[in-house]
C-alpha cells in the first residue's frame, strides 16, 4: 500500500556521549557530568584546549559508537534519545518490531532524515554518531547545523534561530512539499526543542515526542490549524519585508508593529524569531501583490508595465525579495549603490542609450532590473531576461 514518504527532521543533543559517562567512567561521574556541561557550548577549537576533557569526549565517543555497532536494539534506544524516537515512529503500533532494526530498514526506505545539531564540538559529534548509524537504514540522512546557533548566548542562539526557520521553510515549502513532514523532538537541548515545537506547528505534520521509562510511550502532536491574520499586518509589509532583509530601525520607526515580531538588538529594533516565523507564513502572499513602496525606490511606467506581464508568481516573489534587499542598503548606505553592490550582483550597462548612465542588477539567475541613480533614489526602469533587458537599455 503506498504512503507518502516522510521527512524526519531531529533534534541532537549531546545525551549519547554523556550517558556513557555512567559506564565508562565509574569514579567521579558527577565531577566528569559537570565538566561535560560546562563544556556544552564549547567549538571544536575551544574543546581541544582542555587536554583531560577533549580525550573524555573521544574516549566517550568511541564508547558510544560501540553500543551502536552492536545492533542491540534495546542498547541502542536506550542509549541515544534521537534513535529512540526514530525507533519509536517506526513501529510503535507492534511491540514485536521494536527491538528489529530490519523493519526500520523496511519501513524508512522511502524517507529523509535531518539531524539538527548546534555550532559545539560535542553536538556534532553525536549528530555523527547518529548519521553513522542511519546510514543504509535510511533512504537519505544528513546534518544540519545553522550557523551560530549555540546556547553560549543569547545573541548566537536568536541568530542561529533565525537562519533555522530559513531552512525549515525552504525545505517544508519548496524541497519537501509532498512529503509528510515528522519533528522528532526526543532528543537535543530544552532550548532548541522548545522553538522547534513553535517552529513545528507551522511546518510539522506531526511532532513526536517519546515518554522516557521502562515503557516508551509515542507522543504525537498534529499541526494546529493556525492561521495568520494578514490583515493585521498589511501596513506593516514594507517594514517586515526589510527588516526580513536584515534591516535595522530605531525603535519609533518600528513603534506600530505588533511587539513580539520585533527585538532590540546592540541598540536597533530587528525581527525577532517569532517575526521571521509569522513572516515566512504570509511574505508570499504581500510579495505577489501590487509592487511595494520600498525606501529610496522608485518605479518608471516600463517597470511597472513588465511588472503586470509577470505570469509567474514565484518570479514576482522573488522580485520584491531582492528590491527589499536592495533598498535596505541603499538606506543604509545612504543612497550609495556602491554599498548595493557588495551585496547583490550590481553592474554598469556598457553602451546605455540614456547617457546618463544606466545600471542592473541580478534577480535571480535569469532575470535582470535596469535602474538609474536619481539623487539618493533608485529608479527602476525594466525587468525581464538579460537578453530583455539589454536589448531596452544599450545600443
Given at each position: 500500500m503506498y504512503r507518502k514518504p516522510k521527512l524526519v527532521i531531529s533534534t541532537v543533543g549531546t545525551s549519547l556521549l554523556t550517558n556513557q559517562v555512567y559506564k565508562f567512567l565509574e569514579d567521579d561521574i558527577e565531577h566528569w557530568l559537570t565538566r561535560l556541561e560546562d563544556a556544552a557550548n564549547y567549538t571544536d577549537d575551544e574543546i581541544k584546549r582542555y587536554e583531560d576533557i577533549w580525550q573524555t569526549v573521544q574516549d566517550l565517543e568511541e564508547v558510544a559508537r560501540n553500543i551502536l555497532n552492536s545492533n542491540n536494539i534495546r542498547d541502542v534506544r536506550k542509549a541515544s534519545a534521537e534513535l529512540n524516537g526514530i525507533?519509536?515512529?517506526?513501529?510503535?503500533?507492534?511491540?514485536?518490531?521494536?527491538?528489529?532494526?530490519?523493519?526500520?530498514?523496511?519501513?524508512?526506505?522511502?524517507?529523509?532524515?535531518?539531524?539538527?545539531?548546534?555550532?559545539?564540538?560535542?553536538?556534532?559529534?553525536?549528530?555523527?554518531?547518529?548519521?553513522?548509524?542511519?546510514?543504509?537504514?535510511?533512504?537519505?540522512?544528513?546534518?544540519?547545523?545553522?550557523?551560530?546557533?549555540?546556547?553560549?548566548s543569547t545573541k548566537n542562539f536568536q541568530q542561529g534561530i533565525d537562519n533555522l526557520i530559513d531552512w525549515v521553510h525552504r525545505k517544508a515549502k519548496n524541497d519537501y512539499y509532498n512529503y509528510d513532514i515528522y519533528f522528532n523532538l526526543v532528543g537535543g537541548f530544552k532550548a532548541l526543542q522548545g522553538c522547534m515545537n513553535t517552529i513545528g506547528m507551522f511546518y510539522a505534520d506531526k511532532i513526536i515526542y517519546v515518554f522516557e521509562g521502562k515503557y516508551s510511550k509515542l507522543i504525537t502532536i498534529p499541526r494546529l490549524p493556525i492561521n495568520v491574520d494578514t490583515n493585521k499586518l498589511?501596513?506593516?509589509?514594507?517594514?517586515?519585508?526589510?527588516?526580513?532583509?536584515?534591516?535595522?530601525?530605531?525603535?519609533?520607526?518600528?513603534?506600530?508593529?505588533?511587539?513580539?515580531?520585533?527585538?532590540?538588538?546592540?541598540?536597533?529594533?530587528?525581527?525577532?524569531?517569532?517575526?521571521?516565523?509569522?513572516?515566512?507564513?504570509?511574505?508570499?502572499?504581500?510579495?505577489?501583490?501590487?509592487?511595494?513602496?520600498?525606501?529610496?525606490?522608485?518605479?518608471?511606467?516600463?517597470?511597472?508595465?513588465?511588472?503586470?506581464?509577470?505570469?509567474?508568481?514565484?518570479?514576482?516573489?522573488?522580485?520584491?525579495?531582492?528590491?527589499?534587499?536592495?533598498?535596505?542598503?541603499?538606506?543604509?548606505?545612504?543612497?550609495?549603490?556602491?554599498?548595493?553592490?557588495?551585496?547583490?550582483?550590481?553592474?554598469?550597462?556598457?553602451?546605455?542609450?540614456?547617457?546618463?548612465?544606466?545600471?542592473?542588477?541580478?534577480?535571480?539567475?535569469?532575470?535582470?532590473?535596469?535602474?538609474?541613480?536619481?539623487?539618493?533614489?533608485?529608479?527602476?526602469?525594466?525587468?525581464?531576461?538579460?537578453?530583455y533587458v539589454e536589448g531596452k537599455e544599450t545600443t
Open positions: 525507533y519509536e515512529l517506526y513501529t510503535n503500533k507492534n511491540e514485536e518490531d521494536k527491538l528489529d532494526h530490519h523493519y526500520l530498514i523496511t519501513e524508512a526506505k522511502l524517507d529523509h532524515h535531518y539531524l539538527i545539531t548546534t555550532e559545539t564540538a560535542q553536538g556534532k559529534i553525536t549528530a555523527n554518531l547518529v548519521k553513522e548509524y542511519l546510514t543504509n537504514k535510511v533512504e537519505y540522512v544528513d546534518i544540519y547545523t545553522p550557523d551560530q546557533l549555540s546556547t553560549a498589511k501596513d506593516h509589509a514594507v517594514t517586515l519585508a526589510l527588516l526580513d532583509a536584515g534591516a535595522g530601525f530605531s525603535p519609533d520607526k518600528t513603534a506600530t508593529v505588533p511587539e513580539a515580531l520585533v527585538a532590540e538588538k546592540d541598540g536597533t529594533m530587528n525581527i525577532s524569531n517569532w517575526g521571521k516565523l509569522i513572516w515566512k507564513q504570509c511574505e508570499h502572499d504581500f510579495l505577489i501583490q501590487e509592487l511595494l513602496d520600498f525606501p529610496r525606490i522608485d518605479y518608471q511606467s516600463s517597470f511597472r508595465g513588465d511588472y503586470k506581464k509577470i505570469t509567474d508568481l514565484n518570479d514576482r516573489f522573488l522580485l520584491q525579495k531582492t528590491i527589499a534587499k536592495v533598498s535596505r542598503w541603499l538606506e543604509e548606505s545612504n543612497g550609495d549603490t556602491r554599498a548595493v553592490a557588495k551585496q547583490v550582483e550590481y553592474y554598469p550597462y556598457k553602451g546605455a542609450k540614456d547617457k546618463q548612465g544606466v545600471d542592473h542588477f541580478y534577480v535571480g539567475k535569469q532575470f535582470r532590473v535596469s535602474c538609474q541613480k536619481r539623487g539618493d533614489i533608485l529608479m527602476l526602469r525594466h525587468y525581464g531576461t538579460h537578453k
